[in-house]
């Protein structure tokens, strides 16, 4: 009941925190919060993060919530203050602050709770914010600690995110360090927005907690974040979903809305229906190289919090690096941080195309960008020039974005025409195609003696097992044997923990092949320039859970696909939310629900992690189902195949 307690404590903060004086509108959220956000941004305007709210969802509200609350945090404590960070915590930060914002409420210093030292005297007040992790009390005490021994005279604050857990709070009670803290709180931030429509809670360890751990609070964190999206955006009318973690988290919203208050989630419906998709259903997706260029970059050089590290003398200006080659030889080579979301206009015609329709595109923007630039010629009069000048910041802009993703493009294309990409790509389509799953594949027999990365090895047998529908016993016998012997016997546990998670098994019931046929999971033909099917993220295999998106978009629904369902593990979740009178009337009233002007709009939300493949597969659905419906992502957190099998392997040794 407390943990109730506590998120109702946190709707009622957050509806506080965007709800302006006098009545609310429908649909009048962000005009509502444009004074109060500029006091918080110093007179910046809306323009940093229109990107958020340019969607049918205003997405920006979320972000003006959490930095609300953060302020509220910060303002609890007097003085000046250094801010003590959870690593893992530093990059989604980003996503909802900036230091500017920080420096308005005396934060001076920042600071690793892992690793930096305690800061110098000047400041007041420390303030640590980090996830409710036990070995984080223990640091939290030694830096106390350590301060008190030196003679310092400092105030110290905690706050949890999402929330304080009691094992934390008996932590610091056994450290003797509580009655030193000025305040132990909450700060509630159950989700981050990424982009305009893509949510995250940043939790890349809820797939291993809830298989391998038996471990489900982060399905706990995730029905906060659907009630509290709920308190921003209205009650969702329909929720549907199949698995395990997708059944916990509907049960759990279901009783938070009964014991919630009315008056917090009395908005107008925006949404029509949440879709809540277990990763466990569709393990095979996340394991297939993404074909797309958000994809592909994620895969080669990884995406965090919409910013990737790419070499930055690939970027440098070819008369700078001429001029700086012999100083380039001899220095550390350094790396270029470049930010990835739909703020630029570029990269949002980029990031869900396929790779190879990458170029033609690349190549119309660079005659558009180069043309604009000649209409300097043109301008005769005074009145031509100062239009043409007017203009000029954006052809700038322009021509820098189009750099930017050109040398992007190149080092995407030194990795892809790579021999070894080529064979693991051609092996994996293969697979997923059914060819030679039930025998020792040769080419990851060669992998294994050549003792290439255990995670590329691991990732292809995955493939091999699920396409497969489990290995026959002699066959992982193999694998097993050969995997131990040279990668060494510690990962044992490895393997004992991918089975235990579903990606490793002696063969069973033939289930994909089955539900390859009858969703259409591969096709043969893909114009990957041109696609006219969702497969062109893989280049020939259809993600599952968006094939389920798809089905579900259908008048039908879900209706004449019992038998594929029952071929997937856990429950079906089917249920209504009724509403208040009338708000359905209101949400109507605006057009019929479905049409071009008015599509629907579901909410996916992934459990266990997502792909940037499966998010350009449903906007892709979005664009060709002529409007009938949006889709907004959420995720426990954005994954690719490599980062999601490390989270079980480093479990594991």
């Given at each position: 009941m407390s943990s109730i307690f506590v998120t109702f404590r946190s709707f009622r903060r957050l509806y506080s925190a965007i709800k302006p004086n006098g009545p609310v509108k429908p649909w009048s959220h962000a005009r509502a919060l444009t004074p109060s956000h500029r006091s918080i941004n110093g007179g910046r305007t809306l323009m940093a993060v229109q990107h958020l709210s340019s969607g049918r969802i205003n997405i920006g509200l979320i972000r003006e919530a959490a930095r609300r609350e953060l302020l509220d945090c910060l303002d609890r404590c007097d003085g000046v203050k250094a801010l003590a960070w959870d690593q893992g915590l530093t990059g989604p930060f980003g996503l909802i602050a900036e230091y500017s914002l920080l420096k308005e409420r005396n934060v001076t210093k920042m600071l690793l709770i892992q690793s930096d030292p305690v800061p110098a005297g000047e400041v007041q007040h420390i303030v640590f914010l980090c996830r409710p992790h036990l070995h984080l009390m223990d640091r939290i005490a030694d830096i106390i600690r350590m301060e008190e021994r030196l003679g310092g005279r400092k105030e110290y604050s905690v706050f949890f995110v999402p929330r304080k857990t009691l094992l934390c709070e008996r932590r610091l009670q056994d450290l003797g360090i509580m009655g030193t803290l000025t305040n132990v709180d909450d700060y509630c931030l159950d989700i981050f927005p990424v982009d305009g429509d893509v949510l995250s809670l940043e939790h890349p360890l809820a797939f291993r907690e809830c298989y391998l751990e038996g471990d489900f609070t982060s399905m706990f964190y995730v029905a906060r974040a659907i009630m509290l999206l709920q308190t921003l955006y209205g009650i969702i009318p329909q929720i549907y979903g199949k698995g395990i973690c997708a059944r916990h988290v509907a049960d759990m919203?279901?009783?938070?809305?009964?014991?919630?208050?009315?008056?917090?989630?009395?908005?107008?419906?925006?949404?029509?229906?949440?879709?809540?998709?277990?990763?466990?259903?569709?393990?095979?997706?996340?394991?297939?190289?993404?074909?797309?260029?958000?994809?592909?970059?994620?895969?080669?050089?990884?995406?965090?919090?919409?910013?990737?590290?790419?070499?930055?003398?690939?970027?440098?200006?070819?008369?700078?690096?001429?001029?700086?080659?012999?100083?380039?030889?001899?220095?550390?080579?350094?790396?270029?941080?470049?930010?990835?979301?739909?703020?630029?206009?570029?990269?949002?015609?980029?990031?869900d195309l396929n790779y190879h329709a990458v170029g033609p595109l690349l190549n119309r923007r660079a005659r558009h960008v180069k043309e604009a630039f000649e209409e300097r010629h043109d301008a005769k009069t005074v009145g031509q020039i100062k239009q043409f000048v007017t203009r000029l910041p954006h052809i700038q802009a322009s021509r820098q974005s189009l750099s930017t993703h050109t040398s992007i493009t190149a080092l995407l294309k030194q990795r892809i025409e790579d021999s070894v990409f080529i064979k693991s790509l051609h092996t994996e389509q293969e697979l997923f195609q059914g060819i030679e799953t039930d025998r020792i594949h040769p080419y990851i027999e060669q992998l294994i003696a050549e003792q290439a990365p255990l995670v590329k090895v691991l990732r292809l047998i995955c493939i091999q097992c699920i396409a497969n529908s489990g290995f026959k016993q002699k066959v992982y016998d193999f694998y097993r044997r050969e995997i131990l012997q040279t990668y060494g016997f510690e990962h044992l546990r490895t393997l004992e923990r991918l089975e235990q998670a579903g990606l490793l098994k002696v063969y069973a019931?033939?289930?994909?092949?089955?539900?390859?046929?009858?969703?259409?999971?591969?096709?043969?033909?893909?114009?990957?320039?041109?696609?006219?099917?969702?497969?062109?993220?893989?280049?020939?295999?259809?993600?599952?859970?968006?094939?389920?998106?798809?089905?579900?978009?259908?008048?039908?629904?879900?209706?004449?696909?019992?038998?594929?369902?029952?071929?997937?593990?856990?429950?079906?979740?089917?249920?209504?939310?009724?509403?208040p009178s009338g708000l359905e009337i209101r949400r109507q009233s605006r057009g019929a629900v479905g049409s071009y002007d008015n599509p629907r709009i579901v909410l996916v939300f992934f459990l266990g992690g997502c792909t940037y493949a499966e998010i350009s597969a449903l906007r892709f659905l979005a664009q060709q189902e002529e409007g009938q419906t949006d889709y907004v992502i959420a995720t426990t957190k954005l994954i690719n195949g490599s980062s999601w099998l490390q989270t079980m392997i480093d479990s594991a040794t």
């Open positions: 919203v279901q009783r938070m809305r009964r014991e919630t208050p009315a008056s917090l989630t009395s908005q107008p419906p925006q949404f029509d229906t949440l879709l809540l998709l277990d990763r466990n259903i569709d393990l095979l997706s996340p394991l297939i190289t993404q074909l797309t260029y958000e994809g592909l970059i994620d895969e080669f050089f990884g995406i965090q919090n919409t910013n990737s590290k790419f070499p930055a003398d690939k970027f440098a200006d070819p008369n700078e690096q001429k001029g700086s080659e012999q100083g380039a030889m001899a220095s550390t080579p350094t790396l270029k941080t470049v930010s990835l979301n739909s703020a630029e206009e570029l990269f949002a015609e980029l990031r019931t033939k289930t994909y092949s089955s539900l390859r046929k009858t969703l259409r999971l591969t096709v043969d033909e893909v114009n990957e320039q041109n696609p006219s099917d969702i497969a062109y993220v893989h280049s020939g295999y259809a993600p599952l859970t968006a094939r389920l998106a798809q089905c579900l978009s259908r008048p039908e629904k879900w209706r004449g696909l019992e038998e594929v369902l029952k071929l997937l593990p856990g429950p079906v979740v089917d249920e209504t939310q009724p509403l």
